[in-house]
């Protein structure tokens, strides 16, 4: 399972071993990582479980796109580059260490 670290805004880091095949919303929400929510439930609808993907990692998880974009103008913290919604990122072998932060 590959292993994924959100770093908080005080700098505080969780880490989890997500699932292949689940997405990081997720495993956020079942991690009890602060401030990723999922109101919606990973339907694209909420923008609740915005993360900033760490720049090493942006080509291998790639842009938001569509919809997606669309949402991350609505967060509450704002688009920023490496902006993603934690339930359109899928965990595989290639995120196997992953670090997104929780704007």
Do not use: F, Y
Not at 21 to 29: D, I, S, T
Not at 31 to 53: D, Q, R, Y
């Amino acid at each position: 399972m590959p292993k994924v670290t959100w770093i908080l805004k005080d700098g505080k880091e969780v880490a989890a071993e997500v699932p292949v095949g689940h997405n990081l919303m997720e495993a956020a929400v079942a991690k009890n990582v602060p401030n990723v929510i999922g109101e919606c439930g990973g339907c694209l609808s909420c923008a609740t479980c915005h993360v900033v993907v760490e720049g090493e990692w942006r080509d291998a998880v790639g842009a938001a796109e569509g919809s997606e974009d669309d949402m991350l103008e609505i967060t509450e913290a704002g688009k920023m580059d490496g902006s993603r919604l934690s339930c359109q990122i899928i965990a595989g072998p290639a995120l196997d260490g992953l670090v997104v932060r929780v704007p």
